[in-house]
């Protein structure tokens, strides 16, 4: 490895560690907890550093979009991977309900269930803007698609999710 790849590494690893609280939540909401999260987290660095190495990272403008890019696609693939393979643990028979939890633990997950009954695009901008604290902007560069698609499924997404919350306070 060259100089060169290693000021970049240097400056990767200096992105992922400003940015770790950011990535962490973001992929904890996303894959539903922080066990995860952390692999996901370590396979998008593996996957960062594979492309420095081989020198196909050498062009890349923005290192926070694209690192929360590549998250991104891994928290995606690891979601379609583990939908083909539903397993339930033993101790998943007990009904969550009747366990008596912190209330930031349940306020945690009904926001994720709330996520999930909104479309996938909405959720994911959402996600990545609240949790991955992304600027609009940023969540249009990541998901590469425009500034007012961003701004309007972030919208869509919130009030249905509004509804979803009025529904069951009443």
Not at 6 to 27: G, S
Not at 51 to 57: A, E
Not at 63 to 90: D, E
């Amino acid at each position: 490895m060259n100089k060169e790849n290693n000021i970049t590494m240097n400056e990767l690893a200096k992105h992922l560690q400003r940015e770790q609280p950011h990535l962490m939540r973001y992929a904890c909401y996303r894959l539903g907890d922080a066990d995860n999260a952390k692999d996901a987290l370590q396979d998008a660095y593996l996957k960062l550093c594979g492309k420095l190495s081989d020198g196909t990272g050498k062009d890349v403008k923005d290192w926070r979009n694209y690192i929360f890019r590549t998250l991104s696609n891994i928290c995606t693939s690891r979601l379609s991977q583990s939908s083909r393979f539903k397993t339930v643990p033993i101790d998943a028979r007990l009904d969550l309900a009747d366990i008596p939890s912190e209330n930031n633990e349940a306020d945690n997950q009904r926001i994720v269930q709330l996520l999930a009954e909104i479309p996938e695009e909405q959720a994911e901008v959402i996600r990545l803007r609240i949790y991955g604290n992304n600027s609009f902007a940023d969540v249009a560069e990541i998901l590469a698609l425009p500034l007012p698609t961003v701004k309007s499924r972030f919208l869509y997404g919130l009030e249905k999710i509004r509804k979803a919350m009025k529904q069951t306070n009443h």
